[in-house]
């Protein structure tokens, strides 16, 4: 069994906390795979729409990285897309991290083409390379759904932060309109796992992102969880029903 298919066949990582070595393994040779078909999928998949969540979320942030000298990290960056939407608004440096190279490397060449100049890095979400109390802004777009462990994923970002950052975690998330639900799931559980497999030609991944989300916290547990985790004013906002949620918090 190839490591992309284990994460569909054995289930989800996340509930596997022995197993976080594989796991991140796993994940990492899963977007490398897909990332030269990532941002396609994605926008055709979404039709669209994650461009528009991922410019709300970076709106939503857009008071702290305005602030001369703003540092933001955006976390699990994949191509970049959420880090270059947050450099649009920002006043001082936005740097993006991931463990995968190859989806890095797109990122790179995205932000090549942008003024402002995004730094990237290559780093895991799970011990990032900054100091305590040093960042104002912290965000992650659909990869916190992908770390091994979210109780030590969300003490590490918090652990970054500087008391009154930010933190945004943009992900899939639990439709609440009602006629809609079903017809989405249908469209997650059965249509999206084969247009995904044709546009990316790997039958895994497009498999693993709806048994991910069907694992994944609801809005109110996420937001517990947040709760827990000693973030302050935290809150959420659906998007499109509930596809995708933003979660929002402070650092206390
Ligand atoms: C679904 S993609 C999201 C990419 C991007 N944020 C976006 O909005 O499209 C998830 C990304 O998270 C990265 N990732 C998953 N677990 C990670 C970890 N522990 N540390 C760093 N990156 C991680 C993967 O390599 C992948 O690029």
Redesign the pocket.
């Known amino acids: 069994m190839n490591e992309v298919s284990s994460l569909t066949s054995r289930g989800s990582p996340l509930g596997n906390p022995q197993d976080r070595p594989s796991t991140?393994q796993a994940?990492?040779t899963m977007?490398a795979a897909v990332a030269p078909r990532?941002d396609l999928a994605?926008h055709v998949l979404s039709f669209g729409r994650d461009i528009a969540w991922?410019k709300a979320t970076a709106r939503a942030l857009r008071e702290t990285l305005a602030r001369p000298g703003s540092l933001a990290v955006?976390?699990?960056?994949?191509?970049g897309?959420?880090a270059l939407a947050l450099l649009h608004h920002s006043a001082g440096k936005v740097v993006g991290?991931?463990?995968?190279r190859p989806?890095l490397e797109r990122a790179r060449t995205k932000g090549r083409r942008q003024r402002g100049g995004l730094l990237l890095l290559e780093?895991?979400?799970?011990a990032l390379p900054f100091r305590d109390d040093s960042l104002d802004v912290v965000s992650?777009?659909?990869?916190f759904r992908?770390?091994?462990r979210y109780a030590e994923g969300l003490r590490e970002m918090r652990r970054v932060l500087k008391r009154g950052g930010s933190l945004a975690i943009l992900e899939f998330s639990t439709v609440r309109w009602p006629l809609f639900g079903p017809l989405f799931r249908f469209y997650f559980h059965h249509i999206l796992p084969r247009v995904g497999t044709w546009i990316s030609g790997i039958p895994g991944p497009y498999q693993y992102l709806p048994d991910s989300v069907s694992r994944f916290p609801d809005q109110e547990e996420l937001a517990d969880a947040l709760r827990e985790a000693g973030f302050a004013n935290v809150r959420y906002r659906n998007f499109t029903g509930g596809v995708a949620a933003l979660h929002l918090a402070e650092k206390a």
């Open positions: 991140a994940v990492r977007f990532y994605n991922r955006d976390v699990c960056c994949g191509t897309d959420l991290t991931d463990f995968c989806m780093g895991d979400t799970l992650v777009a659909f990869g992908n770390l091994a």
